[in-house]
């Protein structure tokens, strides 16, 4: 079992910047892909930014160039810098978890926070 507690959300102005961190207890936080989700009003949750166990990262569209997301395994910790922000990111956003090898097959969430951007 992992769970997941972000923290670091909160109210910026256009153009600012937040961090964003996801701490995981449990085990083997390593052999997880690590996934940042968002859910904004009346919109569909959809990934933001991804990074696997190497260490490789992907990114929606729509943030590359703005976010990067890391992770300290020494921490169990995966982080969100988000820079430029526009109050189109303002969403309510989750770290995700899913299990690689002997954990394949499971998937856990945090329980989000609360990014709001304004313009």
């Known amino acids: 079992q992992v769970q997941l507690v972000e923290s670091g959300g909160g109210l910026v102005q256009a153009g600012g910047s937040l961090r964003l961190s996801c701490a995981a207890s449990?085990?083997?936080?390593?052999?997880?892909?690590m996934n940042w989700y968002r859910q904004g009003p009346g919109k569909e949750r959809e990934v933001v930014a991804v990074?696997?166990?190497?260490?490789?990262?992907d990114y929606a569209d729509s943030v590359k160039g703005r976010f990067t997301i890391s992770r300290d395994n020494a921490k169990n910790t995966v982080y969100l810098q988000m820079n430029s922000l526009k109050p189109e990111d303002t969403a309510i956003y989750y770290c995700?978890?899913?299990?690689?090898?002997?954990?394949?097959?499971?998937?856990?969430w945090g329980q989000g926070t609360q990014v709001t951007v304004s313009s």
């Open positions: 995700n978890a899913v299990g690689t090898g002997p954990y394949s097959g499971n998937s856990y």
């Open positions: 449990g085990r083997s936080f390593s052999s997880y892909i």
């Open positions: 990074i696997r166990r190497s260490g490789g990262t």
